[in-house]
């Protein structure tokens, strides 16, 4: 494809309906990006200007038409530590070392390590964001006036009823719209965008953060620059797959992930704080029509101009009109499907993703949910694989030779399998241990060999190898204790 094709495509075949997308993401990231800034403990305009920055930047480096990254909860817990005791300037240089720190990771091609999440895994992981979402609304509907909940239903009735009518413009956006003309044309008594935290009045500016530039500095900011770009990276690939499965089409994660560091080290020189891709605002960008990557450059530079230039008009939009569209992402996030699948897949499956659920929305950290649903899938992978080895045995006519076969794959957690089945105080002088049809995979496996003809010579028995694959013996001949090589070509005695 030539360059001028690739750009329409990723830019151009879909502009109105980004436009229109961006502009609903816009305004549904700046109550999220000042709660952020709140949480680590910063003013709302350093996670109003990370929001403007990731997002712009990314529209060109990332891997992901349509995929929104900003400012995130995930990321801003992890600095609430660094900025209490050493203040935001080593916050700015934390993310700067942050973007060095992913596309360090592009280049080592750490994102390779997602074919290790299960779809179980995923499947939690969407869920429990699913839930999260909808809880960080609840602050907005308690303790407050009724007339607050009758603008959230009519804001969820026109998202979901106007689609029936027309599609030309994206029913989150009427709705908010509709309801912000409500609300201030009635004066209406509900909490509104400019309650959330003042919008910043003047565009960021490059400067490199005000701290020293010592080992000390590196020894403080290093380890938080560290757990945010895991965390960073593994909600944007997991946040990529989901928006992958909902737009039918692929993204290049190596991209992604380089482009996560360059966004957050452009970030770092901007005054704002770190961020990653955001399942809710790309929900809400796709929902909305968005496709490409102009959708996420709209969301970025509109956010700025709806703070700078009009931020006291923004500061009036109703957080009902807000708290309706984050209702509807959090039931278009939810996978349904999984709750009817629970009668009909494996049990360690809907172990995983309930597992991957309850930790994610118990402590409210990602990383940690993510992994104990790994840790648990490949668990419940090597006992499904342990299952599949069998030993058996068999005597010859005159009862001399005792012969064992190995069928399966021997590693850490089938290797007591093997033993257990090996009868030391048989009669036979000979023993053959045929593994024709079976493959050793660690040096669980080639230890346990060890083990077991180092006993049966101990107790007086001749014994051979034979049927060794060729991967197999490789790893024997490398890992094994004794001096002569196991090979594949007959049978080696001991």
């Excluded at 909860?73 to 992890?78: C, E, F, L």
């Excluded at 009909?344 to 104990?372: K, Y």
């Excluded at 045995?393 to 850490?412: A, C, H």
């Amino acid at each position: 494809m030539n360059p001028t094709s690739q750009f329409r495509r990723h830019w151009l075949s879909n502009p109105r309906s980004d436009v229109l997308a961006g502009l609903v993401v816009a305004l549904a990231l700046i109550p999220e990006a000042i709660g952020f800034a709140l949480i680590a403990g910063v003013d709302p305009s350093v996670g109003l200007y990370a929001s403007f920055s990731i997002a712009t930047i990314i529209a060109f480096t990332g891997g992901r038409p349509a995929m929104i990254s900003a400012a995130t909860a995930a990321v801003a817990v992890v600095v609430v530590p660094l900025v209490r005791d050493y203040g935001v300037e080593y916050l700015f240089a934390a993310t700067l070392l942050m973007g060095v720190f992913q596309v360090v990771a592009a280049i080592l091609r750490l994102d390779l390590l997602m074919r290790f999440v299960s779809r179980s895994v995923v499947t939690g992981f969407v869920n429990a964001l699913a839930i999260l979402i909808f809880m960080a609304q609840l602050p907005q509907l308690i303790g407050v006036t009724p007339v607050t909940y009758a603008l959230v239903a009519g804001g969820l009735a026109i998202i979901y009823l106007l689609p029936r009518l027309t599609t030309a413009i994206p029913s989150p956006l009427v709705a908010i719209i509709v309801l912000s003309i409500v609300s201030i044309g009635l004066e209406l008594d509900v909490h509104t965008v400019g309650q959330m935290g003042e919008l910043p009045s003047t565009l960021p500016t490059f400067a490199w953060p005000e701290v020293p530039l010592t080992w000390q500095t590196l020894r403080i900011i290093a380890p938080y620059s560290l757990t945010m770009a895991a965390v960073g990276l593994l909600e944007s690939l997991l946040t990529a797959q989901i928006v992958d499965d909902l737009t039918d089409s692929g993204s290049d994660k190596k991209r992604e992930v380089g482009g996560q560091g360059v966004a957050n080290f452009v970030t770092g020189l901007l005054g704002g704080m770190g961020g990653c891709a955001m399942i809710g605002q790309s929900v809400i960008n796709v929902k909305s029509g968005g496709r490409t990557r102009l959708s996420t450059l709209v969301a970025g530079v509109a956010l700025l101009i709806l703070c700078v230039v009009l931020g006291p008009w923004v500061a009036r939009v109703p957080m009902p009109a807000l708290v309706a569209v984050m209702i509807m992402v959090s039931i278009g996030t939810f996978a349904w499907g999984s709750i009817r699948n629970i009668r009909h897949h494996p049990w360690p499956s809907t172990v995983v993703m309930l597992a991957t659920v309850f930790v994610v929305v118990w402590t409210h950290d990602l990383a940690q949910g993510v992994l104990v649903g790994v840790l648990l899938s490949g668990i419940f992978f090597a006992y499904k694989v342990r299952r599949l080895m069998d030993v058996t045995t068999s005597l010859s006519e005159d009862g001399r030779t005792r012969t064992y076969r190995v069928v399966g794959q021997v590693f850490f957690a089938s290797v007591d399998r093997v033993e257990r089945e090996i009868r030391y105080d048989d009669d036979a002088p000979l023993v053959v241990i045929d593994l024709t049809h079976a493959h050793f995979w660690d040096i669980s496996a080639t230890g346990i060999l060890d083990k077991i003809v180092a006993r049966l010579d101990r107790s007086g028995k001749a014994v051979s190898v034979i049927g060794l694959n060729e991967a197999s013996a490789t790893m024997v001949d490398r890992f094994g204790e004794f001096e002569q090589p196991f090979t594949t070509l007959g049978t080696v005695g001991h």
